[in-house]
């Protein structure tokens, strides 16, 4: 912890006095951990329908640690998030395929012309 002192003629020093470092308790330990696993399955969510799964329990487990230790602006966050997450595993898994025809229709309907034939530098840029 820092302390400030005002020293002859007005100067300002800072002393750097020795404070114990808050203990590490059960509570503190599973938010630490539970946040730790939260990211992890945040960045492998795209994987499987399973991480999707473990995201959202992870986000329930943080909205639910949240409140206990009444720090209410973490716990509705994760919970809304966590509520999202686990309507998007529960929604019927689109298939590649389905996303295709889904992404081409939109744009015949948007008159945009889709040509495979070439490639995207060739499109952006032109031929050489």
Do not use: K, N
Request: hydrophobic share 45%.
């Amino acid at each position: 912890m820092w302390s400030f002192a005002v020293g002859g003629g007005g100067v300002v020093t800072s002393i750097l006095q020795p404070s114990t470092p808050p203990a590490l308790d059960v509570p503190m330990l599973c938010g630490f951990l539970g946040s730790l696993v939260t990211v992890v399955c945040f960045v492998e969510r795209r994987r499987s329908r399973g991480w999707v799964l473990a995201l959202a329990m992870c986000l329930a487990a943080m909205a639910l640690y949240g409140l206990t230790r009444e720090q209410f602006p973490l716990g509705v966050i994760a919970g809304l998030w966590s509520a999202a997450t686990f309507g998007e595993w529960h929604a019927p898994r689109r298939t590649a395929r389905r996303l295709v025809e889904v992404t081409a229709s939109r744009r015949v309907a948007r008159g945009a012309s889709f040509r495979c034939d070439e490639s995207r530098m060739t499109r952006m840029f032109g031929t050489p």
